[in-house]
């Protein structure tokens, strides 16, 4: 069964066209709301986003939806998914929604809920809300209307859960950080935060206007970074995305350092440190095979979930792990947290960065990544991957690297794109694998 409204992550498109619309997320509050009104208690929903400009349109038509079938609403303003998540568990609401499209430009949006647990919503929530989506919404009686209220420190309130993260002994006195925030979500309290455990902080991304979300910034574009990093002598930069659930490092001589290595280092330090549980990390099929062989090598194991952060954490939730994660910069850490968290992931990193006494570049290449090569092809409907000559050509790739390397190939769970990508110990054998099948999915797409 197919969902219609709901992706890997929630609602998610260009803003005003369909089905990313005030219309529409009107509708989203009135199901939602219907949906997680349960018991005869005051219902609550949290409300936070990013910087989009689309943001005021998406929250206020929410915040319709959900009062007008008796939901009280609680808005938090501009803050990161993990602090919508985090505050919808510590105020006992029944909901939580962050309107973001993510690493997406300012012209995307998109609405992700979270239920009264702080998790994201299974697959039966979701359908159960898109049911009711297409059913006439439940309107409340004219004296049962919610209320909206904003809450005003609710910024406080997540820099300091993020600082309880670590081991009070931890001091950043003497260490200099750029932090980039995207001209996102995060664009006040990341910087707050390592400042306040005692960082020099060079913030980058921290002007945001509405339009200016990840653009030529943040972790899907780190140059600017790199360059700062290094002019400022920096000990390490910090590249988050708009709504600062991931995380990606640039050491000091201006290395980017991606999602794996940063699994490698929390799962092997809180390994030695007895706090790693299940004997392993989760990832997905896109992480390096190099990080497989590397926590094998200190027996540990690597379990691959789908792409999608939402995919990870239900592994871990299955196996009992507390650390898992994406190679682009998804970091989980149940210890502290329900959701990817970039923020929490960088003080994990700093604070290995001060015990240690090594320099980020160091510290932060624990092992040699295969060759990988990852291409996108647009496609503007239909099926390609059901085509015949590209399902010929992919069993192809997969006989020659057979043994000696991985392919994956996936329709992007949030973008028209058909994502390919290879890796292998043969360089040239990868590049050749990815081109070859992206050329018949190019023919095949149109």
Not at 112 to 125: H, N, V
Not at 265 to 285: E, F, H, K, P, Q
Not at 365 to 380: A, E, I, M, S
């Amino acid at each position: 069964m197919t969902k219609k409204f709901f992706g890997t992550d929630g609602i998610r498109g260009l803003t005003n066209t369909y089905p990313m619309t005030a219309e529409i997320a009107m509708k989203v509050g009135q199901a939602a709301g219907r949906h997680f009104q349960r018991g005869d208690h005051r219902h609550r929903v949290v409300i936070g986003k990013d910087t989009r400009l689309s943001g005021y349109m998406m929250e206020n038509a929410l915040v319709a939806g959900f009062t007008s079938v008796g939901m009280d609403v609680v808005q938090v303003g501009p803050l990161p998914t993990p602090a919508v998540a985090l505050l919808t568990r510590s105020m006992r609401a029944d909901l939580g929604v962050m309107i973001s499209a993510s690493h997406n430009p300012y012209f995307d949006n998109g609405i992700k809920l979270f239920g009264p647990d702080g998790f994201k919503l299974s697959d039966e929530d979701e359908f159960k809300i898109e049911a009711y989506l297409e059913e006439e919404a439940k309107l409340a009686l004219p004296e049962d209307i919610g209320r909206a209220r904003r809450y005003e420190d609710a910024r406080g309130r997540y820099i300091h859960a993020v600082k309880m993260s670590l081991p009070e002994r931890i001091s950043f006195d003497g260490l200099k950080v750029v932090c980039d925030c995207a001209n996102g979500a995060a664009y006040q309290v990341a910087p707050s935060a390592f400042w306040e455990l005692g960082a020099d902080v060079i913030p980058l991304g921290n002007s945001p206007n509405g339009l200016n979300i990840n653009d030529k910034c943040g972790s899907t574009d780190v140059a600017k970074l790199q360059e700062t990093v290094v002019a400022s002598g920096a000990n390490i930069g910090i590249a988050l995305d708009g709504d600062a659930d991931r995380l990606i490092v640039v050491d000091e001589k201006g290395q980017v350092v991606d999602g794996d290595q940063l699994m490698a280092l929390i799962g092997s330090s809180w390994s030695r440190n007895g706090l790693l549980r299940g004997d392993g990390i989760v990832a997905t099929i896109m992480s390096n095979l190099g990080l497989e062989r590397f926590l094998n090598a200190q027996h540990l194991d690597l379990v691959r979930a789908k792409v999608g952060d939402r995919y990870v954490l239900e592994e871990m939730k299955k196996g009992g792990y507390n650390v898992g994660g994406e190679q682009s910069g998804h970091m989980i850490m149940l210890d502290h947290g329900t959701t990817g968290d970039g923020t929490v992931a960088a003080l994990q990193v700093l604070s290995e960065l001060v015990e240690s006494g090594k320099p980020a570049s160091e510290l932060l290449h624990l092992f040699d990544p295969v060759p990988q090569l990852l291409k996108n092809v647009r496609y503007r409907g239909g099926q390609p991957l059901e085509s015949d000559k590209v399902k010929a050509v992919i069993a192809e790739a997969e006989k020659e690297l057979n043994g000696s390397g991985r392919l994956v190939i996936r329709k992007s769970g949030t973008e028209p794109l058909i994502r390919v990508m290879a890796e292998g110990d043969d360089e040239d054998q990868v590049h050749a694998v990815v081109d070859r099948i992206c050329a018949v999915v190019e023919e095949v797409a149109g």
